[in-house]
């Protein structure tokens, strides 16, 4: 295999593993190689032309991280604009969230067909691309028009809405028409696989050329092949393991076991986004308390909310929408010894997190629609085997294709979320053992290192120069 280049909208240094398990999962990748890692710099620059940025590269042991900058107009049209002010809330089924501004379109192309013209010079004959995410859906069609004839995929970690959401995006002609000029295009699961094939089948007449692997589909359009499939991300669940046991996590549990020692504790990670269902879940406790008064002065939901994206004004409603419900909530049922909730809108350290998932009764994952949901994943594996909490997780996220032994609740349903709460809080230990078991062994084979051999391997495999050389055309 030649040299790995992997294009994302944000990039992080491979070698420090505070980065996350994806970065690290790349990082992986590009060492193996050695590689090239190109994005958007996370600087906004004032006064710069649009369509323009400086282009700075440094050394990574053998990786080279390739940033460029945005101007504050491109910043505004196509990151805060288009890509998560149409894309985001519409591939999540939020129309009504949706803001079609007309000039977001031409921020996202311009700065699309910036990045293609800063890195096409990187490039070398033999190198296989990697891309990924919503903000970056065109790239390698402006990289085919700059004569790009390398192999290129494109991993997307949000779903794909049904055919006629899609549709009511004023270019979605033109966006999955660009899918074409990648050899693979990977999604998070089978139900974003079979809306892709819908789209292309309805509104493209697309011919279905057959599955090369199971949950997988070659499909012909707009005079090409692209080969489309699922495969659901994971976590790097040795090094969570050993996150799991170390110092800061044990310490993190203890503390929080001896402070809620009268308590159940169930526990809400998420960054602060509408996609989440936070909202929802508040509610879905309200009900709990209120159906199952057994749990006052016991059920204790600790929600940890990182910020995001706050100057979009979607995020500003939620966050004061969710001050509401939470202050509600405590105001009602609090006592003077017990408040049933406690909302910290911050992220905590990393290494914090599976100690504080280690320590809860019931994690609650319950976005309302959500690519995957790598909470869902670290949370199991967090989990002590002898004595494992409860995973509550929405149906509408990816990961509940494969965590079926998860307790499944629908989101918008908050006396059903409120039972299937009450049964996590009364599941017996044989039960909790056996339902662990499982989720943690399907967690461990697909991780996130067989997530980026599967989808490398099959990038290797799919499409052909032949085929290739149709693409400048798109
Ligand atoms: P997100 O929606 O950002 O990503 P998610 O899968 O929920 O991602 O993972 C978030 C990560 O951030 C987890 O590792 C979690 O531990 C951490 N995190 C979240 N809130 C935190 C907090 N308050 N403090 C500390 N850490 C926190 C997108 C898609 C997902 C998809 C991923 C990966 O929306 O559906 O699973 O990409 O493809």
Redo the contacts with the bound molecule.
Sequence with gaps: MGRLVVVSNRLADPRKSAA???AVALGDALQRTGGLWFGWSGTVTEGGASGEGALRTRQAGNVTLATVDLCREDHESYYLGYANSVLWPVFHYRLDLADFNASYIAGYRRVNQMFARKLMPLLRDDDILWVHDYHLIPLAAELRALGCRQRMGFFL??PVPPPLIMAAIPQHDWLMRSFFAYDLVGL?SEADVSHFTRYLGNEAGAQELGAPEPGGQRLRAFGATVQVQAFP?G?DVDEFTRLTHAAEAVETCESMRSEYSRRRLLLG???L?Y??GIPQRVRAFRELLQRYPENERSATLVM???PSRDSVHAYADLRQELEGLCGAINGDYGELDWMPLRYIH?????KR?PGLCRAAAVGLVTPLR??????AK?FVVAQDPEDPGVLVLSRF???AEQLKEALLVNPYDTQGMADSIQTALQMPLAERQRRHQKLLARIREQDVHWWRQAFLQALEQAGDDADRAHLAGI
């Design positions: 996350g398990g994806l970690h949000i998070q991300i976590i990670i998420d960054r986004d996609s989440k940890i909310a990182s911050r992220t905590v350290a990393r997190v959500d690519g995957m949901n790598l909470v670290e996220a990816g990961a």
